[in-house]
């Protein structure tokens, strides 16, 4: 009689054993398949629109806005500390047939140095500027792409230096 009684409390021991890490097994799986489900993943969007995006430093201040120009081409611009706009990154507008650009701007906000594409063509042409006004234009002629250079006095009297502009 002892032996059955240790046979079957040995055989109900496995039993339970069994059945209790069959169902621990069951159970735990069962809670991570629920969590998902309570807590959906969260899904980047591929698209943010906006009509003016900032880039503003650790004080506040605007140092960098993605905008479109008043012109009506798109442009990046940038800011020193004191809110001065330096530099554009940009396309013309659509009148100037979008043409690229980048813009480097004295303290004062006047273009001083213009990289772009000019013409039909799109050839490229630099114009440096001082106190506003062109004072050497390097490039490629929109019509020919002969390369040219042209100069400036501070009176605006114009000297080309070689090629036609």
Do not use: C, W
């Amino acid at each position: 009689m002892i032996n059955k009684t240790l046979f079957a409390a040995v055989l109900g021991g496995l039993i339970g054993g069994i059945a209790g890490a069959y169902l621990a097994i069951h159970l735990a799986r069962g809670a991570t398949a629920v969590q998902p489900g309570i807590a959906a993943p969260v899904h980047p969007q591929a698209v943010v629109s906006a009509s003016r995006i900032e880039l503003r430093d650790t004080d506040g201040r605007v140092r960098a806005e993605l905008a479109m120009s008043a012109d009506g081409g798109p442009a990046l611009y940038f800011f020193d500390a004191a809110g001065r706009n330096r530099m554009v990154m940009g396309l013309y507008s659509p009148a100037e047939g979008e043409a690229p650009s980048l813009v480097l701007n004295d303290a004062q906000q006047r273009a001083a140095g213009i990289f772009r594409l000019f013409g039909t063509l799109d050839t490229p042409v630099v114009v440096l500027k001082s106190r506003g006004h062109d004072r050497s234009v390097y490039g490629l002629n929109p019509n020919s792409t002969d390369p040219f250079l042209a100069n400036y006095t501070d009176d605006g009297t114009k000297s080309d230096v070689f090629g036609r502009y």
